[in-house]
């Protein structure tokens, strides 16, 4: 007899957590447009809310701080420039670290990101009672969890 829960379909977590994603950044444009601002997609998002936070960065700080690779975080800054939301400067220190920050019209989007996170986090979690919450946001950490640990995932496929 398997271990199965014949009600429980299992193995579909991946899908889900994708259709969930998929959804969330629909949202996501959807409110931005509402708001009129264009020239932002969801992957700028994290690059925005870390630069909220009030301190300029350098790429590979972004990278690291938002778990992406430095050639994505410098083509999506590279976008950021162009709208007119951050800019880079040279470090007077190192010559080969860029730091980014925020201009005023990139600060300017702190109250919108705050305002559609807020309608976000409504939408997500609306339905959920606190505890069912946290639970989910723990499950969702140990399978992270698992994820980042490489030596468990290879050891998998042995």
């Not at 950021?80 to 925020?102: H, M, N, P, Q, W």
Request: charged letters at 30%.
């Amino acid at each position: 007899m398997s271990s199965y829960n014949i009600g429980m379909k299992k193995g579909n977590a991946l899908s889900l957590i994708s259709r969930i994603r998929a959804e969330a950044n629909r949202f996501i444009v959807r409110e931005l447009a509402n708001h009129g601002i264009k020239g932002i997609v969801p992957s700028h998002g994290d690059i925005l809310m870390v630069l909220f936070q009030g301190e300029k960065c350098t790429m590979k700080e972004l990278a690291n701080r938002i778990y992406r690779t430095k050639s994505t975080v410098t083509v999506l800054i590279e976008k950021l420039v162009e709208y007119g939301f951050v800019e880079k400067e040279k470090s007077s220190i190192d010559c080969r670290a860029t730091y980014i920050r925020l201009t005023d019209q990139g600060i300017a989007l702190k109250p919108v990101f705050a305002d559609i996170s807020k309608k976000l986090d409504a939408l997500f979690y609306g339905h959920l009672t606190s505890k069912e919450a946290e639970i989910f946001e723990e499950i969702l950490r140990r399978v992270i969890e698992k994820l980042d640990n490489k030596k468990d995932i290879y050891t998998l496929n042995q």
